[in-house]
């Protein structure tokens, strides 16, 4: 047998430990000096060395050397207390506090070694190996084949920390044992024999025959497996075994088996090449489902196939264009919670093709809508195929405004619902300008017509969004000049600003009712769209009337500290009826008062509220609050939800909720932490006739324990969801996850 070294081999991306069976080196690197290389590079067949003294034996042709020895060759070096060189033979035999570097940087100790001169071949007793890559290898003895088979005895391997923060050994958070590791160079992988992993110290898991890639490169093989437990599918195991197509192509499929129901496959596919990339995930079983969603499922329920596909896509063709998409389909509506894959209640299909640049935009758009919700028909749900979207910015050569014009045109259908086709033409004109005294004033000027064909208007339940059957235009204008007057000055020590904010828009009477409204249901007024042009939030209502509105911005920046608050309210002129709903905040003359206020402090603290105040008698009609306290590492999020706006049950997008959200982790010890979350849903009849809840309704909690180092996290996860759809129950589910660093996820 040739000898080796693992000389050139420390090129391996881990490091090995001994187990309590090894007798070799430990994991703790020895404080001694890497040796420099050479001032002058010697040639490849030649080996330069120093030492503090030096010892020549005519009759056997030896050189002893002694003293903070170095010898280097090409680009492998060694150090040592003494080096015997038999000159004759080529044999080299270095004792007492090695240190061998090679040409990749990986550093190798050792108590004695045996080499030839080239430094590359030989055998290493007691050895330790720390890897340029990160990692520690160690080894009773290593050898060498002349292939460059690297075969270890006695060895272990982990790419945990060895040594606390204060430099003191302790036992790595996980490593692997084995009688015998080989490392085959040109496979680039690591295989074991007689293997075992070791947790914290402890035996576990044994792998007999176990391998997986050297250097942390993406390689097929094994991944970390997942364990679940619910009470519907019973007992979950997952193993991902992960292919490597290409360096630009992977592919993960996993088994997930169950004890109650039977098997699921998922596949996981994502591509990359120069224009861009995508992935899509494919779930597919046979289980019972239910076709009544609000009972439990029946015993006489046939198996039927059961899956859903998830893809995302975007590739940039060229620097304008860019093509984009996403696909979401399932084949029922409760797969995807009784699987715990999501808890969405709709999946939308995407497909867009995009062209920007500095002063233009196109886009062509389609999406699908797949509902999940109970009471749902999926014959209602929209298919937008195409929304073609074009716009144009342009300078104004005479007042040094800016217009840009829009070109706008959409088709909806619905396979059992209403069938809409819109399009538009608008240009609008914006002038900033700022006064002597330091006002800036925006002058807007705003034109649009539109086209509009309806068919099937009376399948539409909600009366004032269905519009006219047949084709009906429209005229849409408005002007509007808007006022702001910033003042700053210092505050206890920092900076304040306060802008008073003043706009004027006057718009025609405009046609509304008799467009259908596919876009603009949604609508309430928030700070967001206070100061808006048209407050609704899509294209198919248009706010006409003349109004006033009004507010101030307060923003205070000091050392650590910041606060940014606004606060306003509009007044309309005209006296005819708003087409704004009751309880929108803008449907009488005066609008409600809404503001928003941010506090950040440092990194811990970081405060959002918005709210709403009825312009009566100031009853909060909104109140939404969303804040984060802590640190990265220990923090809690709180967010609560209230619309108390009392608008009538047939507006079908306004109902009111009430909702409670909490979430959390704290980190106990340096690598322990603990993490929680749930969602309580609090609203009551009061607040929404239709809703089922008692004020108190819980939908799903979670909480879990990890640790987390260097090279391992482990967790346990307990999730309850109170929810029952069909054969979709609420119930408990433990998730227990393991992943093992430079060993799959």
Request: with cysteine; aromatic share 10%; proline share 5%.
């Amino acid at each position: 047998m040739k000898r080796s070294d693992l000389l050139a081999t420390c090129a391996l991306p881990f490091a090995l430990c001994l187990g309590t069976a090894a007798h070799g080196q430990d994991m703790q690197i020895p404080a001694i000096p890497l040796p420099p290389p050479a001032e002058t590079q010697a040639a490849d067949d030649q080996v330069q060395f120093s030492a503090g003294q030096l010892e020549y034996l005519n009759d056997s042709d030896t050189v002893i050397a002694t003293g903070d020895v170095r010898m280097y060759r090409g680009g492998d070096r060694l150090r040592a207390d003494k080096v015997t060189w038999n000159r004759t033979t080529g044999k080299v035999i270095a004792n007492g506090n090695i240190v061998v570097v090679n040409p990749g940087g990986d550093t190798a100790y050792g108590d004695s070694i045996e080499l030839t001169d080239s430094l590359k071949d030989g055998v290493v007793d007691n050895m330790l190996v720390v890897l340029e890559r990160g990692g520690r290898l160690a080894a009773r003895r290593g050898t060498r084949a002349l292939d460059e088979t690297v075969t270890l005895d006695d060895a272990a391997y982990t790419p945990c920390t060895v040594t606390t923060s204060t430099g003191c050994p302790k036992e790595p958070s996980w490593k692997i044992t084995a009688v015998q590791v080989v490392y085959r160079p040109e496979k680039n992988r690591i295989y074991y024999k007689g293997a075992r992993i070791n947790l914290f110290g402890l035996p576990t898991l044994p792998l007999p025959k176990f391998s997986h890639p050297a250097g942390g490169e993406s390689e097929t093989g094994l991944l970390s497996p997942t364990f679940r437990y619910n009470g519907v599918n019973g007992f979950e195991f997952a193993q991902p075994y992960f292919f490597e197509l290409g360096p630009n192509r992977q592919l993960t499929v996993t088994p997930r088996v169950f004890t109650n129901v039977l098997p699921m496959l998922q596949a996981d596919y994502s591509a990359l090449d120069q224009k861009g990339a995508f992935k899509v995930s494919a779930y597919g079983t046979v289980s019972r489902r239910s076709d009544d969603l609000l009972t439990t499922v029946p015993t006489n329920t046939e198996q039927a196939f059961r899956g859903y596909l998830d893809g995302v896509a975007r590739y940039q063709l060229d620097p304008n264009w860019s093509l984009s998409g996403s696909l979401r389909l399932t084949t029922d509506r409760t797969f995807l919670r009784r699987y715990d894959i999501s808890n969405d209640d709709r999946l939308r299909t995407t497909a867009k093709i995009e062209r920007i640049d500095a002063d233009s935009y196109f886009a062509v758009t389609g999406w699908f809508v797949q509902t999940l919700r109970v009471n749902d028909r999926q014959g209602l749900q929209p298919i937008a195929l195409p929304e073609i979207d074009y716009r144009r910015r342009m300078n104004d050569g005479l007042l040094g405004g800016k217009f840009e014009f829009q070109l706008n045109s959409l088709a909806i259908t619905r396979s059992a619902g209403q069938d809409t086709q819109r399009a538009f033409a608008s240009a609008r004109w914006d002038l900033r300008k700022l006064t002597p005294w330091g006002q800036e004033v925006t002058f807007t000027a705003y034109a649009r017509g539109d086209v509009y064909n309806a068919n099937d208007t009376l399948t539409t339940a909600v009366t004032s969004y269905r519009g006219d059957e047949g084709f009906q235009g429209r005229a849409i204008g408005a002007l509007a000049v808007d006022i702001k007057y910033p003042l700053i000055g210092s505050f206890l020590g920092g900076t304040q600003r306060l802008t008073p904010r003043f706009q004027i828009v006057a718009a025609p009477k405009t046609e509304n009712l008799g467009i259908p409204n596919e876009d603009a249901r949604a609508v309430d007024l928030e700070d967001s769209n206070l100061f808006a042009l048209n407050r609704f939030a899509g294209y198919d209502r248009f706010e006409d009337s003349t109004r006033f509105t009004y507010g101030v911005d307060w923003a205070v920046d000091l050392p650590g500290f910041s606060l940014d608050a606004t606060v306003g309210q509009s007044y309309r002129l005209d006296s005819r009826p708003a087409i704004f709903p009751q309880g929108t905040g803008l449907s009488d003359r005066t609008s409600d008062i809404v503001g928003r206020t941010e506090l950040r402090f440092r990194d811990f603290v970081s405060i959002t509220h918005r709210y709403r105040l009825d312009k009566d008698n100031l009853a909060v009609r909104r109140n939404e609050i969303d804040a984060t306290i802590g640190s990265r590492s220990t923090y809690v999020l709180l967010g609560y939800l209230r619309l108390n706006r009392d608008i009538a049950t047939t507006a079908e997008d306004l109902q009111d909720r009430e909702e409670a959200r909490v979430a959390g982790r704290v980190q106990f010890a340096r690598f322990w932490s603990v993490f929680g979350s749930t969602v309580i849903d609090l609203t009551n009849r009061a607040e929404d006739p239709l809703s089922m809840s008692d004020g108190f309704d819980p939908i799903r909690h979670r909480l879990g324990v990890q640790y987390e180092d260097d090279c391992l996290r482990i967790g346990l996860t307990w999730r309850r969801n109170y929810e029952d759809t069909g054969d979709a129950k609420s119930g408990n589910s433990f998730l227990l996850s393991l992943a093992f660093k430079n060993l799959g996820r």
